[in-house]
């Protein structure tokens, strides 16, 4: 077991996955002599050579497009997009046909396409490269959308992602790439794309979160343990399909539940988890559901970015709110 960040996690799932099945490849933009922008695929070139790991032309339709006709055919295909932000162009591809090719041949097909994307916002990038637009994709029937924001999650999710039989938007936070190390298992390991973890156990308050918020809901809770409030953690990692259940267990537990992301408010993820705590759970809630998100704008440029992210003192303050209700 080695402590690995979640890039270098993202690496050695691909690694692993690609010497166990044949049928896996990864394409996309610089990802193969040049390891990918981050190094997400450093040294499979050199492992799988060029027929497995395939360098692109600057083109996400296309990349999206060829990568849903392999999958159709029978390969495994992971496609890196470099930014999230890039997607856009072909979301026509993942909408008409990546999502619907079972629904489409009555289950004759099926489309186990992976694709990747660092996403989010944090590291003083410039327009398109730091969006945080998971429900656009969580809203279309036969995608699965899952946002890891651990090492050990990272590795046991893509790989599940990978041997998923549909497809899989995998969107990898870049503000912690590097600044998690996590101990992580050298063999293969797979973690359950449809279910959230309680990653801490709390009393008083539910605190519910992914990818690069995560770190922030931690930061929070040691905060508000300071003043006696205990603070559940909820990391969700799949956005879709969603676990419903342990959300309702936590928040019927604690009778109050903060929703974190950093996309904008309106529409987002946050909205939809907190109509299902209502739908579930509004009889044990001791104060309307509250949301901590981005705002209804365009991520801003540097000098802006911190503002526009949530951050421990924005759920700190949240929190103090909501128990005072």
Known sequence: MAKLTII??????LKQEMGRDSNVIVLGEDVGRNGGVFRATENLYKLYGDKRVIDTPLSETGIIGTSIGLAVYGLRPVAEIQFSGFIYSGIDQLISHASRIRTRTRGRFTCPLVVRSPYSGGIHAPEHHSESMEALYAHVPGLKVVIPSTP???????????????PVMFFEPKKIYR?????????????PLEKASVTREGTDVTLIAWGAMMPQ?????????ENSISAEIIDVRSIYPL??????????KTTRAVIIHEAPRFGGVGAEIAASINEKAILSLSAPVMRITGFDTVMPLLKMENYYIPNAKK???GVNKLMRF
């Open 179 to 191: 600044s998690i190390k996590q101990d992580v298992p050298e063999k293969s390991y797979t973690v």
């Open 152 to 166: 050990y999650d990272t590795k046991g999710l893509l790989i599940s992602a990978i041997r998923d039989p549909d």
């Open 243 to 252: 676990d419903v259940d342990t959300i309702k267990n936590s928040v019927e």
């Open 8 to 13: 270098q996690a993202v690496n050695q799932a």
């Open 315 to 317: 759920i700190v303050d």
């Open 217 to 225: 809901a931690l930061e929070a809770a040691d905060k508000l343990k």
